[in-house]
């Protein structure tokens, strides 16, 4: 790293090393060992954003500026936005326009304190609650943030005062609101706990949205023009169309395609009274962008303005009739968010292309220069105003200090103007940021799908299928018990890969996190569960009190602290193991959970979407938060008893295998894709695994071991599925068709079927196989591990 580079990353925070690493998270950001989207998440919490404030919530950059194109290009730099210009200077008009404002404070007021391009803000609780509004809670929280800018009692006096603070000869403040919303920050309804920080520290995710139809009692929907309905139409507001909007993008477009369907069916009708412009003021109309009222300025509007704004409050009320519905001037109505020709309709293909537009070569080549905009060098002082990035006063935390201020008045205008715009994010860097490094640049015109191996990096046994071989040895003859032990006593039951090693137990037992040196074991006889230390046959300690819950079928352990067990009750239970000074002194119930008819057989967790899955005899499969110990949803019933599950900790997606059927999930419990893998009963799945891809991959990658002997690789495919006539869909649970006539499913594909016997002798086994027990990706996924019913562990990879 240069000297520059050095300089950056002695100021910023993001210096903190990782524990257990002797390399910073700007160095591994800049040698790809982290993502685009880790990075900015990571970048956004040390600046003091949070999915828990609305006014400080994270902020990322528009990245695309084609969405008209029916496919994307990602190898032509014009189809991305410039990174390196605020969106106030996204066009040179535009830019121009917004120097001409900073310099007619200046040349009017002489006051150079305010003197500053926009007084509206990239990033606020309005913009991002229009973003999610199809979600709860965002639904009512923009329903409220409404009815507050409309219907405060004291806006007009608040306005005045807010229009002598700040200049009423300055034009852009007309497109401004001013209205009281001091205590708004601690009013504000906060997220859902499954809405983490997960993919800023690991990876982000989720909304659980749950039906929502009904407004909030007091508030109100915007006009439907002036809703987020359409991506292209928000991009050329915030890029060049609309002199008030300079708003960036929030990190759900690069994860969440749940926000951009109205799957709640929320009816986006306008009340009276509420859809009507105060007396004295003008209402602006640009389509999809919020644009608060304000007060009518002396005079006709300039010829520059009168593209943004309608011409009288009367004429206003002639187009709004006494009760507006959801409908935009064309009369279409406002429901999923019109998406690029690129997308083809589909919310998922959106989002993977636009993840997969983050972490292109030509963004990762400049988003240093968005972060030196945001967080950075250029956000503030003589280089923000040659960047033309320079925001009002009141949006920099640091430069503000309301204890000094002691007039009532001003205070609650100032916290209004806060709460209404947000803030600038805690600057993190005072040195231009350095750039990411080009090692491992990607061919042109290679498939983006395929990951790209750099110095040091394998390639995935995925992409190498055909070549893969079993490793002839057993677990035993490869000393993988680093620890002393011998093989496992019976079949296999849990595998896991470590950085230098691989572990395993038998079945009816599993290792616990984080240093997997400790087990956890159940069925016995008095159906009392131990605590063991994994390499001998010692018992750290014993509990009896499970047995009061019958005899313990399965289990998983989340968290070093939590475990979760289940069997012939039915009830899933939720235990905290007590620590105290390292030690473990108990085993404490936290939670039952009811839910189930028959014995639970298997369980799965994913701490990364706080989600617990328990599949149960009863063809049952249900949801669990692992945050609230509560009931989520449950899938529909299965054909048989649940005999394996897995999540995904990238994508949320969940697998779950009743019989020889193999169906798949998304996080919200809607399906997927099914297939049947195989007949009879010996083709019946005993477990299955997720391999985790990159993000931005919406294809999903299982495997799954039967009863005889044998693993297959499954893949999913999007097809393009035609619905003549738009029928109703077969399944009640399927997905509706798009206006198009077609709708996109996903479809399950076998990649490869693996035969132990045939590998290593050529020809099937005479006698039965070995049912296959247990299975695990190695950490680089180049090695697949299968253990059987024998106590065998055979290690697939393209080196054989």
Known sequence: MGKEGQDAAVKAPC???????????????QKRDMSNFEYLMHLNTLAGRTYNDYMQYPVFPWVLADYTSQTLNLMNPKTFRDLSKPMGAQTKERKLKFIQRFKEVEKTEGDMTVQCHYCTHYSSAIIVASYLVRMPPFTQAFCSLQHRQRLSPKATSYRKESQRLLGSARPQWRE???????????QLPKSTSDRQLAEGDARAREARTGPFTSLVVGGSFDVADRMFHSMKKAWESAS?????DVRELTPEFFYLPEFLTNCNAVEFEVRDGLSHPEEGTRDP????????????????PSSSEQHTWACTLSQTRKELPEEVTGCMQDGTALGDVQLPPWADGDPRKFISLHRQALESDFVSANLHHWIDLIFGCKQQGSAAVEAVNTFHPYFYGDKMDLSSISDPLIRSTILGFVSNFGQVPKQLFTKPHPARTTAGKASPGKDASTPVSLPGHPQP??????????????????????????????????????????LAVETNKMLLPPHWSRTFSWGFDDFSCCLGSYGSDKILMTFENLAAWGRCLCAVCPSPTTIVTSGTSAVVCVWELSMAKGRTTGLHLKQALYGHTQAVTCLAASVTFNLLVSGSQDCTCILWDLDHLTHVACLPTHRESISAIAISDVSGTIVSCAGAHLSLWNVNGQPLASITTAWGPEGAITCCCVMEGPAWDTSHVIITGSQDGM???????????????????EEPWAPPPSPRGHRWEKNLALCRELDVSVALTGKPSKTSSSAVT?????????????GDEKGRIFCWSAEG
């Open 285 to 300: 109309v640009p389509a999809d962008t919020w644009c608060p009222r304000a007060p009518l300025p002396q005079g006709p």
């Open 240 to 244: 060049r169309e609309n002199m008030s």
């Open 711 to 729: 693993v297959r690789i499954w893949k999913t495919e999007e097809v393009k599925m035609s619905v003549p006539g738009q029928a109703a869909p």
């Open 461 to 502: 046994f995925l992409y190498s299928l055909p070549s893969l071989r079993p490793s002839q040895v057993t677990v035993k003859d490869m000393y993988l018990f680093s620890l002393g032990s011998e093989s496992p006593k019976g079949a296999i039951g849990h595998i896991v890969p470590t950085e230098k090693t691989i």
């Open 774 to 786: 247990a299975l695990a990706v190695s950490r680089n996924q180049t090695k697949l591990l299968v």
């Open 15 to 29: 210096g903190v090393r990782y524990p257990g690493s002797d390399r910073t998270v700007l160095q591994k950001w």
């Open 176 to 186: 401004s609101k001013t209205d009281k919303a001091a205590e708004l920050a601690h």
